[in-house]
């Protein structure tokens, strides 16, 4: 089955720093043609879109919550996605998922297919 | 920013029933020049990620089956189950991609009656 692998995640006390990765090498796609992305749901909460990056990792995009605490970045090479969080935030306290977006690879006008099995990460003192 | 209105919250429906939900969005997704709908439509199964159904509004995933349907156009929008099964048992929900930041509705669960 073709999907995203999730790692990384976990608990952490406010004001420290996470990173999230996202494994796509059993997808068969070439992963420069398209948009990746994170998205976000709070526990028994909706899904809220926090970042994407454009195929070649030149665009970035934020959520204004996240503006400026998380970076988002990819390798290609390793067909893996990255999401560095830091000043991390109770309010950040979600399953963060993964997923491909399908898309123009440069812009931010994404719907997602396939999506990773999530992680969760719980900010708490 | 878009945002995305969703109704009802929940919805209770009998085996065999019609299941309707209803997506608003602030402001017109649709692109005038190619005539398209920005809008998606996914299904979420507990603790399960969410399952893309449609995109463009209307246009139905491979192996989405054929009991739903995707409509609307402009601010209006909605996802209609013709026969509701037992294992369309989900929380569903919009997401536009006309404008960032990407918005979703807050989502509409669909249980059996």
């Known amino acids: 089955e073709e999907r995203l692998v999730q790692s990384g995640g976990g608990r952490i006390h406010p004001g420290g720093s996470l990173r999230l990765s996202c494994d796509a090498s059993?997808?068969?796609?070439?992963?420069?043609?398209?948009?990746l992305a994170w998205v976000r749901q709070a526990p028994g909460k909706g899904l809220e879109w926090v970042s994407s990056?454009?195929?070649?990792?030149?665009?970035?995009y934020y959520a204004d919550s996240v503006k400026g605490r998380f970076a988002v970045s990819r390798d290609n090479s390793k067909k893996t996605l990255y999401l560095q969080m830091s000043t991390l935030r109770v309010e950040d306290t979600a399953v963060y998922y993964c997923?491909?977006?399908?898309?123009?690879?440069?812009?931010?006008?994404?719907?997602?297919?396939?999506w990773g099995q999530g992680t969760l990460v719980i900010v708490s003192s | 920013d878009i945002v995305m209105t969703q109704s009802p919250d929940s919805l209770a429906v009998s085996l065999g029933e019609r299941a309707t939900i209803n997506c608003k969005s602030s402001q017109s997704i649709l692109y005038s020049p190619n005539n398209k709908n920005f809008l998606a439509w996914y299904q979420q199964k507990p603790g399960q990620p969410p399952m893309l159904l449609f995109s463009?509004?209307?246009t139905r995933e491979s192996g989405v089956p054929d009991r739903f349907t995707g409509s609307g156009s402009g601010t209006d929008f909605t996802l209609t189950i013709s026969s509701l099964q037992a294992e369309d048992v989900a929380v569903y929900y919009c997401q536009q991609y006309y404008s960032s930041p990407l918005t979703f509705g807050g989502g509409t669960k669909v249980e059996i009656k």
């Open positions: 997923a491909i977006g399908l898309g123009d690879s440069t812009t931010v006008n994404d719907w997602f297919d396939p």
């Open positions: 463009w509004a209307s």
């Open positions: 059993g997808l068969g796609i070439t992963l420069r043609q398209y948009v």
């Open positions: 990056i454009s195929g070649t990792g030149s665009q970035t």
